[in-house]
């Protein structure tokens, strides 16, 4: 007898969920025993289904889960109405020797594409013309092997297929594994579920063109300024400061303006009664970290530098003859380090405890009120104390005469003037008045709004 007859078929039966399981466990029938077949098989006999692969070679096929069984694709087909499809598209032509067994199942296509418009249809499009009596769905092709050996298996998956009740069959059995499923509709999505694994960070896109936008600009405004400014007027080589003194000025300036351009939407939209935020906001924090980071790196490493400790030996010998002129310089000079560092050592502290309630493992133990409580308070807090380290940086400078060279203002200066709008709105918008007004303004849009639709019905039946 063969293990096929031996085997009953089964049916993928539609139980609401939170209903007792059946007494005999849901068999499930994976095709392809890959590093994906065989994670995707574990997983499901971790989660109570029985399994049974069907394989070209049943007998030499390589190690599988304990608690599985293999057979022949025909044989593995009859056994189970929902089959799993972990092979690639270039070999799907055996599903059409099989066709006859296949009919009335449900597959689940699972392949992926190493490049995007490789072929002229969907692979689940192909794979349900192969197999015109089966209910193809796609979906779970995001998953990996790893995530699925190692139960990490975060994010919404996606499903599409024009069989409702196949497509509940798969969500059930998704939701099962722990995974959160969404349709998509019907089996011409099919093609865009495909494109999502070859998407590379889609949503970083802007904020690093913004990043390095700003990065270009003030890197060369700063080079004007200092380097060419230094040169064309005073004769004087400092092309060295290019790879680390310009860059510890651009790493910051540009940080402080990302962190501002995370909170300047919200206040905006908070005045324009829209209350929408930005989609980018993560994003923007996240370089701006990373930018400050580097700023901090810099920061120590300069002192450091010979030309900085010749810089200081020469300053020293050169005042020498005027001991109270010198001391009176190396302790205003020591008051407005320490004061600078204090508050960038501040900010920083605050800039990496957002960074780490960014991340969906830390942020996901913290209820609402506490995540907002740090990425709305805390985050206003650091941009004002970031601001704060700016305008202490250069207070002494803003009215000398020789700090607006080819009557150009310095970096620190331009970069101060979105995070000081930012910080002004907000302050604005904790006023009780400014408060009542735009109440008394939002109530008023709301009263108007059923008399501008109504005019624009009147409109369009005319």
Same mark, same amino acid.
Request: hydrophobic share 45%.
């Given at each position: 007898?063969?293990?096929?007859?031996?085997?009953?078929p089964?049916?993928?039966?539609?139980?609401?969920?939170?209903?007792?399981?059946?007494?005999?466990?849901?068999?499930?029938?994976i095709?392809?025993?890959?590093d994906?077949?065989?994670?995707?098989?574990?997983?499901?006999?971790?989660?109570?289904?029985?399994?049974?692969?069907?394989?070209?070679?049943?007998?030499?096929?390589?190690?599988?889960p304990?608690?599985a069984?293999?057979?022949?694709?025909a044989?593995?087909?009859q056994?189970?109405?929902?089959?799993?499809?972990?092979?690639?598209?270039e070999?799907?032509?055996?599903?059409?020797?099989?066709?006859q067994?296949?009919?009335?199942?449900?597959?689940?296509?699972?392949?992926?594409?190493?490049?995007?418009?490789?072929?002229?249809?969907?692979?689940?499009?192909?794979?349900?013309?192969?197999v015109?009596?089966?209910?193809?769905?796609?979906?779970l092709?995001?998953?990996?092997?790893?995530?699925?050996?190692?139960?990490?298996?975060a994010?919404?998956?996606?499903?599409?297929?024009?069989s409702?009740?196949a497509?509940?069959?798969?969500?059930?059995?998704?939701?099962?594994?722990?995974?959160?499923?969404?349709?998509r509709g019907?089996?011409?999505?099919?093609?865009?579920?495909?494109?999502?694994?070859?998407?590379?960070?889609p949503?970083?896109?802007?904020?690093l063109?913004?990043?390095?936008g700003?990065?270009?600009?003030?890197?060369?405004?700063?080079?004007?300024?200092?380097?060419?400014?230094?040169?064309?007027?005073?004769?004087?080589?400092?092309?060295?400061?290019?790879m680390?003194?310009?860059?510890?000025?651009?790493?910051?300036?540009?940080?402080?303006?990302?962190?501002?351009?995370?909170?300047?939407?919200?206040?905006?939209?908070?005045f324009?009664?829209?209350?929408?935020?930005?989609?980018?906001?993560?994003?923007?924090?996240?370089?701006?970290?990373?930018?400050?980071?580097?700023?901090?790196?810099?920061?120590?490493?300069?002192?450091?530098?010979?030309?900085v400790?010749?810089?200081?030996?020469?300053?020293?010998?050169d005042?020498?003859?005027?001991?109270?002129?010198?001391?009176?310089?190396?302790?205003q000079?020591?008051?407005e380090?320490?004061?600078?560092?204090?508050?960038?050592s501040?900010? %920083?502290?605050?800039? *990496? $405890?957002?960074? +780490?309630?960014? #991340? =969906?493992? /830390?942020?996901? @133990? !913290?209820?609402?009120?506490e995540?907002?409580?740090i990425q709305?308070?805390?985050?206003?807090?650091?941009?004002?104390?970031?601001?704060?380290?700016?305008?202490?940086?250069?207070?002494?400078?803003?009215l000398?005469?020789t700090?607006?060279k080819?009557?150009?203002?310095?970096?620190?200066?331009?970069?101060?003037?979105v995070? %000081?709008?930012?910080? *002004? $709105?907000?302050? +604005?918008?904790? #006023? =009780?008045? /400014?408060?009542? @007004? !735009?109440?008394r303004?939002?109530?008023?849009?709301?009263?108007?709004?059923?008399?501008?639709e109504?005019f624009?019905?009147k409109?369009?039946n005319?």
């Amino acid at each position: 007898m063969t293990a096929a007859s031996e085997m009953k078929p089964e049916s993928v039966t539609l139980h609401p969920l939170g209903t007792a399981p059946a007494s005999v466990p849901e068999l499930l029938c994976i095709f392809g025993t890959g590093d994906l077949g065989r994670s995707l098989g574990l997983r499901l006999l971790q989660s109570g289904y029985r399994v049974v692969y069907g394989s070209r070679r049943p007998d030499s096929c390589g190690p599988l889960p304990q608690g599985a069984q293999v057979m022949s694709h025909a044989a593995a087909a009859q056994t189970a109405s929902l089959i799993f499809i972990c092979v690639h598209r270039e070999h799907y032509e055996f599903l059409e020797t099989i066709a006859q067994h296949l009919e009335g199942k449900v597959l689940v296509d699972l392949s992926n594409n190493l490049k995007k418009n490789i072929y002229p249809e969907a692979n689940a499009a192909y794979l349900q013309r192969l197999v015109p009596g089966a209910a193809v769905v796609k979906g779970l092709n995001t998953l990996s092997a790893w995530a699925l050996q190692n139960g990490l298996l975060a994010g919404k998956q996606y499903l599409c297929g024009n069989s409702a009740e196949a497509k509940q069959a798969v969500a059930e059995m998704s939701t099962k594994l722990g995974l959160t499923v969404l349709d998509r509709g019907s089996l011409s999505a099919a093609r865009e579920l495909e494109d999502f694994p070859l998407r590379l960070f889609p949503e970083w896109r802007l904020p690093l063109r913004v990043a390095f936008g700003l990065m270009a600009f003030f890197f060369f405004y700063l080079l004007i300024r200092d380097v060419i400014y230094a040169y064309v007027e005073q004769r004087k080589d400092i092309s060295y400061r290019i790879m680390v003194s310009l860059a510890n000025k651009v790493f910051p300036i540009v940080s402080l303006i990302m962190l501002s351009l995370c909170y300047l939407p919200g206040v905006i939209a908070a005045f324009l009664q829209l209350y929408r935020g930005t989609k980018y906001r993560k994003q923007m924090g996240l370089v701006a970290l990373g930018l400050a980071f580097l700023h901090a790196i810099y920061t120590f490493i300069i002192p450091i530098r010979y030309a900085v400790r010749h810089k200081l030996i020469s300053r020293v010998v050169d005042e020498i003859d005027n001991k109270p002129l010198r001391l009176t310089l190396i302790r205003q000079r020591h008051g407005e380090q320490t004061h600078s560092m204090c508050w960038e050592s501040w900010a %920083s502290s605050l800039y *990496v $405890l957002l960074g +780490l309630t960014s #991340l =969906p493992s /830390v942020g996901g @133990t !913290l209820s609402w009120r506490e995540f907002s409580f740090i990425q709305s308070k805390l985050g206003h807090l650091t941009l004002g104390i970031c601001t704060a380290h700016g305008y202490i940086y250069g207070w002494n400078k803003f009215l000398r005469p020789t700090t607006y060279k080819w009557y150009t203002p310095p970096g620190y200066m331009l970069c101060l003037i979105v995070p %000081s709008v930012v910080l *002004v $709105l907000k302050v +604005l918008l904790l #006023l =009780p008045c /400014v408060d009542r @007004t !735009l109440t008394r303004i939002r109530q008023g849009w709301e009263r108007t709004q059923p008399r501008e639709e109504k005019f624009m019905n009147k409109s369009t039946n005319l």
